[in-house]
């Protein structure tokens, strides 16, 4: 059965805090992605990546970094966490030969102090 | 700007009528998907229409796609209280690099 999981469902961190969020897929995925949800504004990529040690920017990676160290896992890291990065961040991932069906993880809900 | 907008934002119905939301988009596409989201999970993909397809079934999903207005329906029949769920679509295209956009949803409430 196919499995992406996040290493926390809830987050409190304060400003000014780095904060790491852990993304891993037992699929064999050669493409990972980085989504932030928000209200009316719907899935917004922050990163992706293709391969191992290999990352593209999406469309709003401001404030935002990420590792892809081995294949199966996927972090995203917010160097300096700021209030208006309170928001629910999913993680998805995508086998090469069929890129559009992703895999979504249960989502983390980050609340920023 | 959203690629995808779903439309009606929200949609209210009893168990036994049918669902339909709409999404329609700016460019042109690959493909176009549609996800479901039970409220504070990760999304699950449900169905994906290729742009040269006009409609896809599975199961009591019923997905059309028109190209030339650029828009697509999700059609759930004999709704049930367990569809309750937003559902969003998500246009792919590869112009300029594999991308897949998606929109803002559909919240769904099915009434028992």
């Known amino acids: 059965d196919v499995k992406v999981t996040q290493s926390s469902r809830y987050l409190v961190k304060r400003t000014g805090e780095k904060v790491f969020l852990e993304c891993v897929q037992d699929m064999d995925h050669e493409n990972m992605f980085w989504y932030r949800q928000d209200p009316g504004l719907g899935l917004r990529l922050i990163y992706f990546?293709?391969?191992?040690?290999?990352?593209e920017k999406g469309d709003i990676p401001e404030g935002y970094s990420v590792s892809r160290e081995k294949k199966e896992r996927f972090s995203l890291i917010l160097e300096s966490a700021s209030t208006n990065q309170t928001s629910m961040y999913l993680c998805?991932?995508?086998?090469?030969?069929?890129?559009?069906?992703?895999?979504f993880g249960p989502g983390t809900r980050l609340l920023v102090l | 700007s959203q690629q995808g907008e779903e439309d009606p934002q929200a949609l209210s119905i009893q168990e036994g009528e049918n669902a339909t939301m709409n999404c329609s988009y700016k460019?042109?596409?690959?493909?176009l998907q549609w996800y479901r989201q039970n409220s504070g999970r990760g999304l699950v993909h449900l169905i994906l229409i290729r742009s040269n397809e006009r409609e896809k079934h599975s199961g009591r999903l019923r997905v059309t796609l028109d190209t030339s207005k650029k828009s697509s329906s999700l059609l759930i029949t004999a709704s049930r209280a367990a569809d309750t769920a937003s559902y969003f679509c998500a246009t792919a295209s590869n112009t300029g690099g594999f991308k897949t956009i998606f929109g803002a949803g559909t919240r769904l409430f099915v009434k028992a």
């Open positions: 460019t042109s596409i690959n493909n």
């Open positions: 990546s293709y391969d191992v040690k290999m990352k």
């Open positions: 998805a991932s995508s086998q090469t030969f069929n890129p559009e069906t992703q895999y």
